[in-house]
């Protein structure tokens, strides 16, 4: 572009630092380099990995250590593009994938980018998040959602999510599910398992609110309450009897909690498979004898690769309708406030949108 990009309005972001505080600030806006887009985000989802940057300042080997911007979950419209760009054109209602990888490393040539070696994954520290007015992004990464909503377009992150564990898992019609963790990702999980075919389901979790959104978001499913003093045997035997004794074929665990993971594995039937979408400490004791003489397979699933497509089609042929997850919205002015309903099971929130939608937009 031959002269700087200026935006129509200010660009609040909504950052998190080493302190872990979080704060509304302005973020500067980039002119697009080759291949990029500026978007104008209009709906960001809060995932629960934001929440934990900014309480725990870390997951895993990924850590704050200075001011940074959050979010993942977007959706926008590209309101300036580099001439490079051929694929798109201004006004295209985009969804962002929020890597962008390096093209080079085994992984990104097998088409499992990723466990691209050099990615940028947004909001990931020290990778700036989408959750701005304004953002440049690679246009390889901006999928195109035609005329569904932008809150379906943030909701496809989710999906994604659900959507590579499915894959990996291997479920197929019929087969016994228990779900563990009735949050977003377990309950868009639900709505996965639900559509390929699974039964019975049931789906645990610690909150009783969250159990009965998951009733009503899926009638057939048979909810179950975690009990702190359930040892993993005696939740095993809450599952399968609650299943009318069918022993779950693939636990999909959504929390990443070791007790629960620990409970999945001895509810898992003989040569079963629990599949580990959650995340969680560091490390973490599992029951190895269990896994061994029942031959269970323990797998697991780092974000998501060649998804975005699959999840488009989903949600706009109807297959799914993920509406009913998204509990509060906030403007982005407000998105500090947003957080805190996000962070606090108490206040009921699922999944939370902080928006900044022009008149008439949804």
């Known amino acids: 572009m031959s002269s700087p990009f200026i935006p129509p309005l200010p660009n609040p972001a909504l950052y998190t630092n080493q302190r872990?505080?979080?704060?509304?600030?302005p973020a500067a806006p980039l002119n697009p380099g080759p291949d990029n887009c500026v978007i104008h985000m209009r709906s960001n989802g809060i995932c629960g990995s934001d929440v934990h940057f900014w309480h725990a300042g870390r997951i895993g080997p990924m850590i704050v250590t200075d001011t940074h911007i959050l979010g993942h979950e977007s959706s926008g419209v590209i309101i300036a593009l580099h001439p490079s760009v051929k694929t798109h054109k201004l006004g295209d209602r985009v969804a962002i994938e929020p890597n962008i990888i390096c093209n080079e490393c085994e992984p990104c040539l097998t088409g499992r980018y990723n466990g691209c070696e050099k990615v940028l994954f947004r909001s990931t520290p020290p990778v700036p998040g989408l959750l701005r007015r304004y953002v440049n992004h690679p246009a390889t990464w901006c999928h195109k959602i035609g005329?569904?909503?932008?809150?379906?377009?943030?909701?496809?992150?989710?999906l994604s999510v659900a959507l590579a564990g499915m894959q990996r898992a291997k479920?197929?019609?019929?087969?016994?599910?228990?779900?563990?963790?009735?949050?977003p990702i377990g309950l868009v999980t639900l709505a996965c398992v639900k559509a390929a075919g699974a039964e019975p389901i049931i789906i645990t979790d610690i909150d009783e609110g969250r159990l009965a959104f998951a009733k009503e978001f899926c009638p057939s499913v048979r909810t179950m309450k975690v009990e702190f003093s359930d040892t993993p045997e005696r939740f095993a035997e809450?599952?399968?009897?609650?299943?009318?004794?069918?022993e779950p074929a693939v636990v999909m665990e959504c929390t990443g909690v070791e007790s629960s993971i620990s409970g999945a594995i001895h509810a898992a039937k003989f040569g079963g498979k629990v599949f580990v979408i959650g995340v969680g400490r560091p490390e973490i004791k599992v029951p190895f004898m269990r896994l061994s003489t029942r031959e269970v397979d323990l797998q697991f699933q780092y974000r998501y690769a060649?998804?975005?497509?699959?999840?488009?089609?989903?949600?706009?042929?109807?297959?799914?309708?993920?509406?009913?997850?998204?509990?509060?919205?906030?403007p982005l002015e407000d998105a500090v406030e947003a957080f805190g309903v996000a962070a606090d099971a108490k206040k009921g929130g699922i999944k939370v949108m902080i928006q900044s939608l022009g008149e008439g937009e949804q």
């Open 147 to 158: 005329n569904m909503s932008f809150e379906d377009g943030a909701l496809l992150e989710p």
């Open 20 to 25: 872990h505080e979080i704060s509304v600030a």
């Open 306 to 330: 060649n998804t975005w497509p699959r999840a488009i089609r989903l949600l706009q042929g109807k297959v799914l309708d993920l509406s009913k997850l998204v509990t509060h919205r906030f």
């Open 238 to 246: 809450r599952v399968v009897e609650l299943a009318g004794g069918v």
């Open 171 to 183: 479920i197929t019609l019929g087969d016994s599910v228990l779900v563990c963790g009735a949050g």
